[in-house]
């Protein structure tokens, strides 16, 4: 089977805000090779995050740090820049897969991606969740855990699988996040930046569910407004309306914070580890603010850290495919009761694959950022 393809690739590297013209659109025919073993997905949903960003740039340190962070090298022929989805099987080489299922893994930014042996497919139930659930809040980690279960000598497999990963990380984070990183006791205090983001808006719902007092920020009133209605946060408030994000913590946060989820880095970091308690925990999970600064980089009180004894940490979801199972039990649980809900953001066709991207850093996106590139149906 012959299908044409259409793709976004990169033009060139990305220093500072991206823009439209950093990508193109091209087209390719796509058709698996006999006996290889390939499999041809439509693909339906695609994720987009912000993290790719640092992959564009000329250069990151993140580069060298983890697979799933190389370079992109802008100009490569036929090759669409990849990201977390969920499709429709469309040819198969594979005993295991059949036209017509469903599947989620690592696809592309393009219509139809070629899935080459060795990088894992996860069948989905299209009846049990919504299916882009598969490319946003539930990812496709059970995917990841079945196969190391399976391969984990067979030292190809591992390997995609931890660039696999990194690639939908959502749902695992949050999750991760806040409960192995910030141990939340009930009562605790919580401080969420980007808190309409796609993972922002997951932590403050895990936290109200374990008992905490609950404070996101976000960049506009409509956002304000869905994070203290929809998502039932105890408080927010827009940061860009704060001359002084110090003395507006402090007020929102007149006794302190014990924990702070990260999504935003800079002088925001700043001003939560000035108003932590001892013994605070802040997950460091993104730094969007400097993403496209090069200049601008938290500096936190030091002393600060130290005499409250203030723990800072690193996430990534690769370190917890461990907590997997209790994860998806979990939350799909609760988005199955009602009790969490799934914010995504979506945008269609893949011409919009772009302006999704440069959207994420103006802060256009409400929860995950998603682009429905085709139809189950046809």
């Known amino acids: 089977m012959e299908v044409v393809n259409k ?14 013209s950093d990508f193109e659109l091209a087209t390719t025919p796509l058709q698996p090779a006999p006996g290889s073993g390939e499999v041809i997905v439509k693909n339906l949903f695609l994720s987009v995050d912000p993290y790719q960003l640092n992959r564009m740039k000329r250069y990151s340190s993140s580069h060298t740090a983890i697979t799933a962070a190389s370079k992109i090298e802008p100009g490569q022929a036929r090759v669409a820049i990849d990201a977390c989805g969920v499709g429709k099987v469309v040819a198969s080489g594979r005993a295991e897969l059949e036209e017509g299922d469903v599947v989620a893994g690592l696809l592309g930014w393009e219509q139809y991606t070629v899935v080459r042996p060795g990088t894992v497919l996860m069948k989905v139930d299209a009846k049990d969740l919504p299916i882009s659930y598969y490319a946003s809040v539930l990812g496709e980690y059970s995917l990841h855990l079945h196969q190391i279960k399976e391969h984990k000598k067979d030292a190809q497999i591992d390997a995609m699988i931890f660039l696999t990963t990194a690639t939908g990380p959502s749902g695992l984070t949050a999750f991760a996040g806040f409960y ?3 141990k939340p006791k009930k009562g605790e205090k919580v401080f969420i930046s980007a808190a309409s983001g796609s993972v922002g808006s997951l932590v403050g719902q895990y936290a109200k569910l374990s008992g905490c007092y609950v404070v996101g920020c ?7 407004d869905l994070l203290k209605g929809k998502l039932g946060f105890d408080d927010a408030f827009n940061y860009k309306e704060e001359a002084d994000l110090k003395s507006a913590l402090r007020r929102y946060f007149p006794e302190g914070i014990d924990i702070y989820f990260d999504n935003v880095g800079a002088a925001m970091l700043e001003a939560a580890v000035a108003n932590m308690n001892s013994f605070g925990r802040v997950a460091v999970c993104g730094a969007i603010s400097e993403y ?9 009180d030091l002393i600060d850290i130290i005499y409250k004894r203030i723990t800072l940490r690193g996430l990534l979801s690769v370190d917890y495919l461990h907590l997997h199972e209790q994860f998806s039990a979990a939350t799909s649980d609760h988005l199955r009761r009602g009790r969490m809900i799934a914010l995504e953001d979506v945008s269609v066709g893949i011409e919009s694959v772009p302006t999704a991207f440069v959207g994420l850093f ?14 189950l149906e046809g």
Do not use: F
């Not at 793709?7 to 439209?20: A, M």
């Not at 976000?218 to 304000?224: D, I, L, P």
């Not at 103006?362 to 139809?375: A, F, M, S």
């Open 292 to 300: 496209t600064n090069a200049g601008e980089r938290a500096a936190p």
């Open 362 to 375: 103006r802060g256009d996106n409400v929860g995950k950022k998603l682009v429905r590139v085709g139809e």
């Open 218 to 224: 976000a960049g506009s009133k409509q956002k304000v």
């Open 180 to 182: 192995d990183v910030c």
């Open 7 to 20: 793709y976004v690739s990169l033009k060139h590297h990305v220093d500072g805000y991206p823009s439209e």
